[in-house]
Every structure is written in C-alpha cells, then in structure tokens.
C-alpha cells in the first residue's frame, strides 16, 4: 500500500508475496525434509552436521535419515508412531505412502530413493527437480521485481533488489549442499536437464558464517 496503487504493480508483486513460502519450502526443505539447518545459525544449509554430545534430535541426520536405502523419518505406526497423534482420516491417510501427500512424505515415510511418485519420477528425481524449482522461482523473483523499476523510489527498489540477490545465492546454496550431499547415498545423477550444482561439496561443508553481520 506504501508504493503505489498502479495494478501493473500491485498484481506481479501480490503473486510473488503469495507464491514466495513455497519456493522457499522447494529449496530448504521440499517433499516434508526438515531441520536441515546449519548448527550455529538457520541461514544456510548443513544436512552432515555432527556436533560431539549434542542430543540426536536437535542434530539434522537425526530427521532426514538418508542412506542407502533411501531417505525420510518413519512417523508410521511400524515406526515412531507420531502419525497416531492425528485424527482419523488424516491418519490413516498420512500412514500410508500411497495416500500420504507428496509435500509431506519425507515427514512420514523412509522412502526409497527409487520409489515411484505421482509425476512418474523416482523420489531421487523429484527431489532433484523440486530443489531447483524452487531455485528458478526465486530467478524468476529477481526478474520481475526489475521490471518494476519505474514504480518504486530508488532507494527501496535497490534494497528488494539485494535481498532478492541473497535469496538467489541462497537457494542455490541450499539445493547444491542438499543434492550433492544426499547424491552420496541415492548413487544416482542429478537429472541432466536442470541446473548443474556450481559448487563443490567439499566447498560448503567448510563454510561457517560470522553472525555478527547477520544479527
């Protein structure tokens, strides 16, 4: 309401406001992975983080469990068993990896890396082109934020502008830590028709942030 009621603004700004928390969802924690946060900060991602003595559940293998089997937490009845705190229909729903929603299965289920989702993709595959949609979205942010240059002070324009330029580095942190670090178990490629990871693992896991510029 502070910038302008001009709808040639108001509409591309309006969508990406409402469309931003799932491509969020894409990159940082997609098909219900979670709490895959770095250990000293929530910024970036950290899916190998060990700390000696640290309860297991505050650490992110604890909730993402891959290997080679495949990848997820077992909330079922034949596992931990929080699916029993919902109510009928939901859990009988969320309990089976036929009916359990794909935005949630990794929540639920230990799903195997070759298991066959609705898309026809395997769960590797999917995972793979959900990281990067959301990676493309935050792109497509970028642009069209730019072009929106004539309505917007200078001063404010320029300050979206940056913070969609960290969030575009950010997303691209976040999907290539992720897949390059849960490739090592699923054995599989990275699908050839998305964008290829522009860092080395061995980069990422040496970076720590100084939070003192992020407070």
């Given at each position: 309401?502070?910038f302008?009621g001009?709808k040639?603004?108001?509409?591309p700004?309006?969508?990406?406001?409402?469309?931003s928390r799932?491509?969020?969802?894409?990159y940082?924690?997609?098909?219900?992975l979670h709490?895959?946060?770095?250990?000293?900060?929530?910024?970036?991602?950290?899916?190998w983080?060990e700390?000696?003595?640290a309860?297991?559940?505050?650490?992110?293998?604890?909730?993402?469990n891959a290997?080679e089997?495949g990848?997820?937490?077992?909330r079922?009845?034949?596992?931990?068993?929080a699916?029993s705190q919902?109510?009928?229909p939901l859990?009988?729903?969320?309990?089976?990896?036929?009916t359990?929603p794909e935005?949630?299965?990794l929540?639920?289920?230990?799903?195997?890396?070759?298991h066959?989702m609705?898309?026809?993709?395997s769960?590797?595959?999917?995972?793979?082109?959900?990281?990067?949609?959301?990676?493309?979205?935050?792109?497509?942010?970028q642009?069209t934020?730019?072009?929106l240059e004539k309505?917007?002070?200078?001063?404010?324009f320029?300050?979206?502008?940056?913070r969609l330029k960290?969030?575009s580095?950010?997303a691209?942190w976040?999907?290539?830590?992720?897949?390059?670090y849960?490739?090592q178990f699923?054995?599989m490629?990275i699908?050839?028709d998305?964008?290829?990871?522009?860092?080395?693992?061995e980069e990422?896991?040496?970076?720590?942030?100084?939070m003192?510029?992020?407070?």
């Open positions: 309401m502070t302008t001009d040639n603004f108001i509409e700004v309006k969508e990406m406001m409402l469309s799932e491509s969020v969802v894409k940082m924690m997609p098909l219900g709490h895959l946060f770095a250990w000293g900060h929530h910024y970036g991602p950290e899916p983080c700390v000696p003595g309860r297991p559940d505050w650490l992110p293998k604890y909730y993402h290997n089997t990848i997820g937490f077992d079922t009845t034949s596992g931990s068993n699916v919902y109510n009928s859990r009988e729903q969320f309990n089976d990896i036929g359990c935005n949630l299965i929540w639920f289920h230990h799903v195997p890396w070759n066959g609705k898309s026809g993709k769960l590797w595959d999917e995972l793979c082109y959900t990281y990067d949609s959301g990676v493309q979205e935050v792109r497509d942010y642009k934020w730019d072009k309505y917007v002070d200078a001063e404010r320029g300050h979206v502008q940056s960290i969030q580095r950010d691209v976040w999907k290539d830590a992720c897949l390059l849960f490739k699923s054995h490629p699908p050839y998305i964008e290829r990871p522009v860092w080395e693992l990422l896991m040496k970076i720590k942030l100084d003192t510029h992020h407070n």
